[in-house]
């Protein structure tokens, strides 16, 4: 036999490295770690995004029931006074000659953060239903949280008053009843995104002393539609 025929040794297997357990689970400790943060800062953001959100939304619902609120204008009679009663005698009253002119001092009080612009309109004088004096109301700018004052005149037409089958019955108490009506038509804009149209009315009702030539009992009711 030859030392060709007679088996050779076998190669020693490869050898097989196997990683340190520490290096396996340090990496995976690291990539937990990464994924931890990334939820923490996910979660941080999430809930800075929610508290900003929830602050503008409690900003802009105080400053809608407060700064942005329209609140309602308001139309006032301080007082009413009767020019030429005093040169009147009985006679130029029952005839109606007599020439009387009432002047009204009126006030449109804004309680808005914004102007409150209103139209040319006019406020009427009736007795019994019946007018018989008629007053511009100029056209005008209420300044925000201001009070503006107008003076209306009113013509009287008393052979209106004379006329009226009721005249009678009130010459005999001394006393005329006497309404006015005033309607105003304007808008209150605030910061160019609110604009709201605005009707005001005022009812008044008081009463003429013939023997003091003066004016009583003075009531007003008001009204306000958007």
Do not use: W
Not at 29 to 46: D, E, P
Not at 110 to 124: C, D, G, I, M, Q
Not at 146 to 159: C, H, I, Q
Request: glycine share 6%; proline share 3%.
């Amino acid at each position: 036999m030859t030392d060709d025929d007679q088996e050779k040794p076998l190669s020693p297997a490869p050898e097989i490295r196997h990683l340190p357990t520490a290096t396996v689970d340090e990496a995976s400790s690291t990539t937990s770690n990464k994924q931890s943060q990334g939820f923490r800062k996910c979660t941080i953001y999430c809930g800075i995004i929610t508290a900003v959100v929830l602050i503008i939304a409690v900003v802009l619902l105080v400053l809608g029931l407060t700064v942005l609120h329209v609140k309602n204008p308001q139309i006032t009679m301080n007082s009413a006074t009767i020019i030429g009663f005093d040169r009147v005698n009985s006679t130029d009253l029952l005839t109606g000659k007599a020439n009387l002119t009432v002047v009204a001092d009126v006030s449109v009080k804004n309680n808005n953060v914004a102007a409150f612009k209103f139209k040319r309109s006019n406020s009427s004088l009736l007795y019994h239903q019946t007018v018989i004096g008629v007053a511009d109301v100029p056209g005008g700018v209420a300044k925000a949280r201001r009070t503006m004052r107008l003076n209306l005149t009113f013509e009287v037409a008393v052979a209106e008053i004379t006329g009226n089958q009721q005249f009678g019955s009130d010459l005999s108490t001394g006393i005329l009843p006497v309404e006015s009506y005033t309607k105003i038509k304007g808008r209150v804009k605030i910061l160019n995104i609110i604009k709201k149209k605005a009707t005001v009315t005022m009812n008044c009702s008081f009463a003429v002393n013939i023997t003091s030539r003066g004016i009583v009992g003075q009531n007003c009711k008001r009204h306000v539609s958007f």
